[in-house]
């Protein structure tokens, strides 16, 4: 065991001494830092958060669930049962995103009545969300590799 | 006559079980409360490759990340990246950082340059440095101040889906999987045990079985099951708490120091962040945790510390678990380290039984192989162990494209999305139940997406047997809204898919809510108020339900 | 400008509207403040003033003790009746026992169990009324709500009656308010299909009869009765009390205004809109606006201290003014169906139901005196059987009358 701790220890030590600065000076920038760790891991849609998204996330997980908003809006019906899904499920997470894209296109008919967020006893601010959801769709998309792009939608009917 | 019996569902015994039955051992699996439902369903649900035993065992290392290569090779679906980020914040806080932290920082990127040689077996991808300016472009919510990060990344799974895979896929090798049995005793003559007395927890009677071998993978509670053997198991049980939040704060782990020193993690796990865990000596029946409020204290204050925007945000629950650790720490002897030990208790005066203490869940299927090696030798059959390239159910083929999905069935996206993910390749089958009851392509749940036909593909086909138990395979009840949705439709179908009475269906519902205010309550004091105001709403105040 | 009433009264739900109807009717000028929906909008359908086997006012009169509202009023028989009456002028679409008995309804809930309740809207079954030789049938119309419709049937020992009103496969993902829609806007063809599915089922029990509550037209179009099973969220009966209350407060003359009602630097009232302030004089303040889901009390994340919103005024649960969750049981129940004194967190009141401050001194806004009614105030469940809409209603109904005398 003395023997496998001391390998350990060895390469270690060989890394410090050795391999790390070598890496340091020939590795080029792009392959370091943030454009590495942005290259890496946007790619599965694990985009990063700004700051003002994140001074607004809070506000976002006020939904319990009532309905209220979904008995109001003047689009349900058809595929669409209503605004509540987005502050109970997509803008929860962004790697599933791209799934939802169909979903995200019937935001386009929202006229920002506002009924489902005056319907809300919680004052969730659904429609900042609505436009947190676009926004994150359109950055993975954005980070997705090329044969992972959105395909042409069929017309979508109401 | 069996050749083996393995007493225990978490992931070490639905993993030996698997590997038996592979390998050709007739094998019974046997769990008294569900799969999962000790420490394996209890932790923070990732799949990670031994960073810290480069210190001691480079071996070990990449053996751990060659597993997590095996386990995503053998289901994919199960398994989400998840980027760690490590700020190093200065020794003092206030300080700016200096030699101390620099040296650190570049210790640490060293140990993680090391760990790179290994990423690629796992599919991992090569670490990073981050200045204090770029982390906070990545990840504004951190503080100032920090001498940098680095950066590397882990694998997040759903623990519960995992374990019920592994039974299922012991069962199409030819186990008998009997969930909600408990041991009552042992059968054994002078110097051997020689098999099992089983009870049916939720009916199911007594019966006896006659094995070769009894391994006891019972986590917190293989002293109790070696005690009905004549043998001592020792471990040195250490609660962890997690709390879960609404919604992924960040995409990204961020690792905190709390104020005793001990590594916290924020990080995200399937539609949440989970934060996690304390590490406390526990005394205590494993059957009976409960949560302080100063351990729920414990973790926000740890994470606010580098991540304040932790304290704005919702807190759905709390939960326990029991590690089961190694009682003592001795000489590194076998190859996979002190975290785990596995006994042959002939030594002890009971031929035949054996006992499984400690590990971690990423190294269960090495571990479990290690466990099954002894078994075949010691019986003196079985063939090569298959566990690595065998996929497990909803393994073997790509998950169906979720938008895809939805329109051929008529089922919301999200839906669709949960299903891939939670069933793989599977996802088919499961709807394929809908094509006879068309109702059942309805949610239950719309937090987490499950459809009505998940819960009945899970009663069905995955030794499911209460609304507790759904909520482990198809995350029912673990959303946003806790169970106020989605408690009834699950017993409505509960009810019809076991051909309940009415009573009984709203006793079920009951010890649904009842799980989920246990989760609540160490939590309640802010905002999760009106979420526990609609709940009652639902089922007291509209007397669906009596009050007791 | 600020805005000038009489009386102020903050939330727009059965406690809100009681107290704004009641101050109109006794001449008051009337400013109703509400930010949103709250607990009215997601209710049953059921109105509790206490459960109990015997009358409405003995009931009341049991549980008048311990701290729950009812304790504080001196004629509480004569608080019920003035709120059953104006109850019965603006909101007649509830309904009481009607045989002048004042005992309670028998309702149907969501799961087949039966909840008391001293009245209900009247598109909701009340089963003491059917005849003993009534057959129920329980509709299932699609998706989840079908599934639920064998368990109420089962409870209910009805039968299940499977309607073909849904065809699409894609309807099984329709929720109940949804339902509630299309049914208005096929009522016959809905009627129809009950008809047609009813076989010898004499009494017939649907989800929902639609938002506008046309149970009689739906019932003369089927051929035999048509009612309501009670809601849970998302509820249809819910949505039509709201509904009704705005009508019935705009029938009435009350002045609306949408905002959140919080405390002026001048210890007055105002009301927030964004980035807005319009501050607020009025004789005297009804704080009407609901427990947590009303967003009338809140409990501080970080100390656990509760307070009310509006006016920052301390508000308890039980002995304590901080929440947590104890090891005994003090506060929280260990079981979801248990007692749960923290859950009945609110105002303290005095006689008239003056909120009180921190020194227990009647509370003041400015120079105006507030009252404090329905959720707001602390002391009742309605989740445990210690009247719910129907406290809000008499305690409403009372402030209502005491705030108009200040003006």
């Known amino acids: 065991m003395l023997l496998r701790l001391l390998n350990a220890w060895f390469w270690l030590a060989l890394r410090a001494l050795v391999l790390h600065p070598l890496r340091l000076l020939f590795l080029p920038a792009e392959r370091k830092g943030r454009p590495a760790f942005l290259a890496e891991y946007t790619v599965e849609g694990l985009v990063p958060y700004s700051a003002q998204e994140r001074a607004g996330l809070h506000r976002f997980g006020g939904c319990i669930n009532c309905g209220l908003c979904d008995a109001v809006c003047p689009l349900v019906g058809g595929d669409f049962r209503g605004p509540s899904i987005f502050a109970l499920a997509y803008s929860r997470a962004t790697p599933e995103l791209p799934a939802l894209r169909e979903t995200l296109a019937t935001l386009d008919r929202c006229g920002a009545c506002t009924r489902c967020r005056d319907a809300c006893p919680r004052s969730v601010p659904l429609l900042d969300i609505f436009a947190f959801t676009r926004r994150k769709l359109a950055e993975v998309d954005a980070a997705l590799p090329p044969r992972r792009a959105p395909v042409a939608l069929p017309e979508h009917a109401p | ?548 | 400008m600020p805005l000038s009433a009489g009386v102020a009264v903050v939330g727009g739900g059965m406690a809100g509207a009681c107290a704004a109807l009641a101050a109109r009717e006794a001449g008051a000028d009337v400013l109703l403040i509400a930010r949103a929906p709250g607990a009215t909008a997601v209710s049953s359908g059921a109105v509790d003033m206490a459960s109990g086997p015997a009358s409405i006012y003995e009931n009341a009169l049991d549980i008048a003790r311990n701290g729950h509202p009812y304790a504080l009023i001196c004629d509480l028989r004569g608080a019920i009746d003035d709120a059953l009456s104006l109850l019965r002028r603006h909101l007649p679409l509830l309904r009481g026992a009607g045989d002048g008995s004042a005992t309670n309804l028998l309702l149907p809930t969501p799961l087949g169990r039966i909840k008391q309740a001293a009245l209900a809207q009247e598109s909701i079954a009340d089963l003491r009324a059917f005849p003993a030789n009534a057959r129920l049938g329980v509709a299932a119309l699609s998706g989840a709500q079908a599934v639920e419709a064998r368990l109420v049937a089962a409870g209910l020992r009805a039968a299940v009656l499977e309607l073909d009103f849904y065809r699409q496969r894609a309807d099984a993902q329709k929720q109940i308010p949804e339902m509630a829609a299309d049914i208005d806007r096929r009522r016959g063809e809905f009627a129809e299909s009950i008809r047609r599915a009813a076989g010898d089922v004499t009494h017939v029990l649907v989800p929902t009869v639609g938002l506008e509550g046309a149970h009689a037209e739906l019932s003369a179009a089927a051929g035999r009765p048509v009612f309501e099973l009670l809601g849970a969220p998302p509820s249809v009966p819910g949505l039509r009390l709201q509904r009704a209350i705005d009508a019935a407060l705009e029938k009435a003359g009350v002045r609306r205004t949408q905002g959140v009602a919080e405390k002026a630097l001048s210890g007055t009232l105002q009301v927030v809109r964004g980035v807005e302030c319009e501050p607020v004089e009025a004789k005297a303040v009804v704080l009407a606006s609901g427990r947590f889901l009303g967003g009338g009390i809140r409990c501080d994340p970080s100390t656990g201290e509760l307070s009310e919103t509006a006016l920052g005024l301390p508000a308890w649960a039980g002995a304590r003014r901080k929440l947590a969750a104890l090891m005994n049981e003090e506060l929280f129940a260990m079981r979801a169906a248990g007692r749960h004194p923290g859950m009945a967190a609110g105002l303290r009141a005095g006689a008239h139901l003056r909120a009180l401050d921190a020194e227990g001194r009647p509370a003041m806004a400015g120079g105006a005196p507030v009252f404090a009614a329905g959720a707001a105030l602390g002391g009742y469940d309605p989740a445990r059987g210690e009247g719910g809409l129907g406290v809000a209603a008499v305690t409403g109904a009372l402030a209502g009358r005491e705030a108009a005398r200040c003006c």
């Open chain 2, 1 to 548: 006559m069996l050749d083996l019996v393995v007493i225990g569902g978490g992931v070490n015994g639905t993993g030996i079980a698997r590997d038996a039955a592979m390998r050709g051992l007739s094998t019974m699996l046997v769990e008294r409360k569900d799969f999962a439902a000790g420490s394996s369903g209890a932790n923070s649900g990732m799949i990670h490759g031994g960073l810290r035993y480069l210190l001691y065992d480079r071996k070990v290392t990449e053996l751990s990340c060659l597993d997590s290569g095996y386990i995503q090779r053998i289901a994919p679906h199960l398994l989400f990246r998840i980027p760690f980020i490590l700020p190093v914040v200065p020794r003092r806080e206030g300080q700016a950082p200096g030699l101390f932290e620099q040296s650190f920082l570049y210790g640490a990127e060293c140990y993680f340059e090391e760990y790179d040689r290994y990423q690629p077996l796992k599919n991992g991808k090569q670490h990073t440095r981050l200045t204090d300016e770029e982390m906070r472009a990545i990840e504004p919510g951190i503080v100032e101040g920090t001498a940098g990060a680095l950066t590397m990344d882990e694998y997040g799974i759903d623990p519960f889906r995992l374990c019920a895979l592994n039974a299922r896929s012991a069962e199409r090798h030819g186990a008998v999987i009997k969930n909600h049995f408990e041991v009552a005793r042992m059968l054994r003559s002078v110097d051997r045990i020689e098999g099992v007395e089983l009870r049916g927890v939720r009916g199911g009677g007594r019966e006896e079985v006659r094995a070769r071998a009894v391994f006891n993978a019972g986590g917190p509670w293989a002293p109790k099951i070696a005690a009905l053997a004549g043998v001592e198991v020792k471990i040195r049980p250490g609660k962890g708490v997690h709390v879960t939040l609404d919604r992924r704060l960040s995409n990204y782990a961020i690792v905190c120091k709390a104020i005793d020193g001990r590594d916290v993690f924020v990080m995200p796990h399937e539609d949440s962040s989970i934060i996690g865990t304390t590490d406390d000596d526990y005394y205590g029946d494993p059957d009976d945790l409960s949560i302080h409020d100063d351990e729920v204290k414990y973790l926000l204050d740890a994470v606010a510390r580098t991540f304040p925007a932790v304290r704005q945000a919702r807190i759905l629950r709390a939960w326990a678990g029991i590690r089961p650790t190694v009682f003592d720490y001795g000489p590194l002897e076998d190859r996979l380290s002190r975290d785990h030990r596995i006994y042959d208790h002939e030594v002890d005066g009971a031929a035949g039984f054996f006992s499984i203490v400690g590990g971690k869940l990423a190294s269960f299927r090495a571990m479990s192989e290690e466990a099954v090696d002894l078994v075949c030798r010691k019986l003196g059959k079985g063939r090569p162990c298959a566990t690595h390239v065998v996929p497990l159910p909803g393994g073997e083929a790509e998950a169906p494209e979720a938008s895809m999905l939805a329109r051929a069935n008529d089922i919301p996206v999200f839906a669709a999305a949960r299903l891939a993910y939670r069933h793989g390749g599977e996802a088919g089958k499961v709807l394929a139940l809908a094509e006879e009851r068309p109702e059942l392509r309805a949610q239950a749940c719309a937090c987490e997406g499950v459809l009505l036909a998940e819960l009945a593909f899970s009663l069905r086909n995955e030794f499911a047997d209460s609304l507790t138990d759904l909520r482990r395979r198809c995350r029912l009840g673990m959303g946003v809204c806790q169970g106020t949705r989605c408690a009834t439709p699950a017993a409505a179908l509960w009810s019809r898919e076991r051909a309940a009475t009415h009573e009984a269906a709203l006793g079920e519902l009951e010890s649904l809510l009842d799980e989920r205010w246990k989760g609540h309550r160490p939590v309640l004091a802010g905002e999760a108020l009106a979420q526990a105001e609609l709940l009652q709403n639902a089922f007291f105040t509209t007397g669906a339900l009596p009050c007791r």
